[in-house]
C-alpha cells in the first residue's frame, strides 16, 4: 500500500499478487481494523464476463473480491454466540471478514474459499493483525477435510445460488459436529426466501431465522439463518 500527498491509501499495484489491493479501513468484531480487499472488484467481474464470452474456460465470478454487508452482520451476531475456545469453519471467506471476527472472539477458524485468490487476501489480513489460521481452498461438496469436526460452520452469502445448495449441504452434513449449527448470512435477497422452502423439505434440519441491524443501513438488516441437526 501506498499513500497520497494527503495521506489517504491507495491501492498497491505492486503486489505480488494477480489483482490490485489496498488496506480497507473495516469495523471487525467492534473495532476499525484494517482488511485487505481487491481494489478494483467492478473490473474484476467486467474482465471475468469478457473472458467468459470469449469462450475461456474456468473462469469464475470473482464475487469475492466484495466485502458484503452479509459478512458485517454475521461478524455482529457472533455476539449473540459462545464461540469462544470452539472450532469453527468458514466457507466461502472472500475477504475472511467474518472468520476474522470469529478468531478475534477467540474461536480456532478455518478459512476456506472455492478459489485461491481471495485466500492470498486472508492471510495478509490475518499477517497484518497478528492473528492465525488454518486458510485453504475447499471446494464445497467436492473437498473434505478428513476427520474434521466443527461445532460452528459459518458462511457469509454463499445461498445467492440455487446451484450451490446441495453442495452446501453436503459439506456441512459431513464437517458438522454433532449439535453444531450452520449460520448462514444473507441481506434479504428473494432467493434466501427459496432457500429457507428448500431447507424445509429435509427434515435432518431444523431452521431458525434472526436478525442484525447494521448502523449504515437500519432499513435493510442481515437476515442470520440458523441451522442444527435435528438428533
Not at 485461491?116 to 488454518?134: E, F, T
Not at 461445532?151 to 452446501?168: C, H, K, M, N, Q
Not at 423439505?201 to 441437526?229: F, G, K, N, Q
Request: charged content about 25%.
Amino acid at each position: 500500500m501506498t499513500s497520497n500527498a494527503s495521506g489517504e491509501s491507495t491501492p498497491d499495484t505492486h503486489s505480488p499478487l494477480a489483482f490490485p489491493w489496498h488496506w480497507e479501513d473495516t469495523l471487525i468484531a467492534g473495532r476499525v481494523r484494517p482488511l485487505a480487499a481487491a481494489s478494483d472488484p467492478d473490473g474484476m467481474l467486467l474482465d471475468a464476463c469478457r473472458r467468459q464470452d470469449e469462450g475461456e474456460e474456468g473462469v469464475i465470478d470473482p464475487f469475492w473480491a466484495t466485502t458484503w454487508r452479509a459478512a458485517s452482520g454475521l461478524d455482529r451476531f457472533l455476539d449473540r454466540v459462545d464461540i469462544h475456545g470452539k472450532r469453527v469453519l468458514e466457507v466461502g471467506c472472500g475477504t475472511g471478514h467474518a472468520g476474522i471476527a470469529a478468531i478475534l472472539r477467540g474461536a480456532e477458524v478455518t478459512m476456506t474459499d472455492g478459489v485461491a485468490d481471495p485466500l492470498h487476501l486472508v492471510r495478509l489480513s490475518l499477517s497484518r493483525l497478528g492473528l492465525k489460521a488454518n486458510v485453504r481452498v475447499f471446494r464445497l461438496g467436492e473437498d473434505k477435510l478428513e476427520g474434521e469436526k466443527f461445532p460452528f460452520i459459518l458462511g457469509s452469502d454463499v445461498t445467492y445460488l440455487r446451484e450451490l445448495w446441495p453442495a452446501l449441504l453436503a459439506s456441512a452434513e459431513e464437517h458438522l459436529a454433532d449439535g453444531g449449527q450452520l449460520l448462514l448470512s444473507d441481506p434479504n435477497r428473494v432467493i434466501g426466501n427459496e432457500f429457507r422452502e428448500w431447507i424445509a423439505d429435509y427434515p435432518a434440519w431444523d431452521y431458525h431465522e434472526e436478525s442484525v441491524v447494521l448502523e449504515d443501513d437500519p432499513e435493510h438488516p442481515i437476515r442470520i439463518m440458523r441451522l442444527t441437526r435435528r438428533a
